[in-house]
């Protein structure tokens, strides 16, 4: 007799359903620290006004390399165009901020356009070491290019954020219109990464030449997404710039490679949830061991070595671990 | 006499200085299943990786009679040609869902022919229905290639190319793969497979061509070949 064409393999594993607990615990934990930040004074306002820039520059970061599987090492050159672009149409040229902060992630965007069409062609660590020549490059260029950027002087006298009559004066109003535009940029992201898109880019994550055989411009949206990630960027740039009032070429070189590494690896490359988590994470550890006074720093990477070796897909990973999605 | 499905003259390729597929020509006619043999090395890889672009090189290649050998992967994939890779390529971290939508890029997000075509491959392989929500990862072998073969289904294939489907898997349940592409294949679909159990590909395929050193030593009907002896020679031909 003929077998049937039509295939059933007996069941080998099983799904579950619950609560969704991993969302409930993460969207408490959010709530706390935003209740926290509006309810204390303006230095912590500050750091976590900081951590949720970060926050933003990592979420775009995240869609590059979490999503769509490719290395970075030089988002901090769109940053530094976001806050430079803002600064200098601002402070210069009399732009409102909300219309410098878009015109500079256009700028942006059309750069990384530009840079990213012949650097995409390379692989891995060649492509790493492209982007961080892109970083250090923009870095020389914002120390050396003192007529436009002011070199190591630094910007000054840049208006907090606002547009119109409307402008964010105290700090906490300051912190609100990040926290509403990070919301914004991680609804975003979230829904990207459930689109066609967003799809194709995480299936070139998985492997570049399956995604290309089932139809997926490959090439094409690799660029679109160090796009995406050039718009975060410039847009938590042109943010750090109306938030402090300041910039200087430090602000936007390697250490905020660094920074934003450890805080993606941290809370979990790959994830929704993971940058926002990594960016609070790394900006108030610090912070909450200054009782340990000498021996802060080394506390603060003991931790941090501890949370990457016993939660190696970051914080958002360890929580999927321990309080699985819920699946229906 | 009619257009091919699928001819390609002279296609070769290499990998650095290696010439993995020397110059090599073969025809798959409408609605035909041609199998490919060939030990180890041999090239079969190679050459269904030069067919689909992925490992380009010079030799044209016709589909339905039109030059497509200067079209990228991803237009050929839109063309209808498509490749189940050798391990098969499946994205492990997502859903079985996401990987058969993905199938569906060509096209272009409609969701009423995706669920169309869903329902398709839902009733090829049941199985894959009462996974939609699992990761690719976490299914056994003979799942992974219903997931590998059915995302190939929902790009609506004209020419479905499969390489080693059966590797990895169970006697029983390679054979029973091998026979869904059979029928697949008895509803009029056009198959290239490349396959190591030569006794299974025999079964299913009209037409075989041998491939030795990365060239084809032998194109017969598939009765020809009695026993395994009968490969060997021409493997070592």
């Known amino acids: ?328 | 006499m009619t257009t091919p499905l699928l001819e390609i003259r002279e296609l070769s390729a290499r990998y650095g200085h290696v010439e993995a597929l020397k110059p090599t020509s073969l025809t798959v006619a409408e609605g035909e299943l041609v199998t490919i043999l060939g030990p180890n090395g041999a090239g079969k890889s190679t050459l269904l990786r030069a067919v689909t672009r992925l490992t380009p090189g010079p030799g044209a290649i016709l589909f339905k009679g039109r030059d497509v050998s200067a079209l990228p992967t991803h237009k050929l994939s839109e063309l209808g040609i498509i490749l189940v890779q050798e391990g098969r390529g499946l994205f492990g971290e997502m859903s079985v869902r996401e990987n058969l939508i993905l199938g569906a890029y060509n096209t272009g997000g409609n969701a009423a022919e995706i669920a169309a075509r869903l329902e398709k491959v839902f009733t090829l392989f049941p199985r894959l229905k009462e996974r939609l929500d699992q990761k690719a990862a976490l299914m056994s072998g003979g799942e992974q290639q219903m997931l590998a073969i059915g995302r190939a289904m929902m790009a609506d294939p004209k020419l479905l190319m499969l390489d080693e489907p059966s590797l990895g898997l169970a006697p029983r349940v390679a054979a029973e793969i091998l026979e869904t592409l059979g029928e697949l294949n008895r509803q009029g679909l056009g198959i290239l497979l490349v396959e190591q159990k030569a006794p299974l590909a025999l079964r299913l395929a009209r037409r075989v061509y041998v491939l030795s050193l990365g060239r084809i030593v032998a194109e017969l009907p598939s009765h020809e070949i009695k026993s395994h002896h009968d490969l060997t020679h021409y493997y070592l031909h």
């Not at chain 1, 209740?35 to 926050?55: C, D, K, L, M, P």
């Not at chain 1, 870095?139 to 436009?148: A, G, R, V």
């Not at chain 1, 030449?209 to 990630?229: H, T």
């Not at chain 1, 990477?301 to 914080?315: D, E, H, R, S, T």
């Open chain 1, 1 to 328: 007799m003929k077998s049937s064409p039509i295939m059933t393999l007996p069941i080998t594993t099983s799904t579950s359903a619950g609560l969704p607990w991993r969302q409930i615990l993460l969207a408490a934990l959010g709530a706390l620290v935003v209740v926290f930040a509006f309810s204390a004074n303006g230095y912590v306002v500050t750091v976590i006004g900081f951590a949720a820039i970060y926050a933003l520059f990592c979420t775009g970061l995240n869609f590059f390399m979490g999503f769509t599987g490719q290395a970075s090492f030089g988002q901090n050159a769109f940053a530094a165009l976001g806050g430079y672009g803002s600064a200098i149409l601002t402070a210069d040229y009399g732009f409102e901020p909300a219309v410098a902060l878009v015109l500079t992630m256009a700028f942006s965007g059309v750069v990384a356009l530009i840079v990213g069409y012949p650097t995409l062609r390379l692989r891995g660590h060649y492509l790493a070491m492209a982007t961080f020549a892109l970083g250090l490059i923009t870095y020389e260029i914002s120390i050396n290019w003192t007529d436009l950027t002011q070199g190591y002087m630094g910007y000054s006298g840049i208006p907090p954020l606002g547009i119109g009559p409307y402008y964010a004066d105290t700090p906490k109003q300051q912190l609100a219109v990040i926290l509403i535009l990070l919301a914004l940029g991680v609804m975003a992201a979230a829904g990207l990464k459930n689109s066609r898109f967003g799809r194709a880019c995480r299936a070139i994550a998985g492997s570049e030449l399956a995604a290309g055989a089932l139809g997926i411009p490959v090439a094409r949206y690799k660029l679109v997404s160090f796009v995406i990630a050039a718009l975060y960027a410039s847009a938590a740039g042109s943010l750090f710039a109306h938030f402090v009032g300041f910039i200087s070429p430090e602000v936007f070189g390697t250490a905020m490679v660094v920074q934003s590494f450890t805080m993606l690896y941290l809370g979990g490359i790959g994830t929704i949830a993971g940058p926002l988590i990594g960016a609070v994470v790394v900006s108030l550890l610090p912070e909450l061991m200054r009782g340990l006074k000498d021996y802060q720093t080394i506390g603060y990477l003991v931790i941090l070595l501890g949370i990457l070796i016993y939660a190696p897909k970051g914080i958002a990973g360890l929580l999927d671990r321990l309080l699985p999605k819920r699946e229906g």
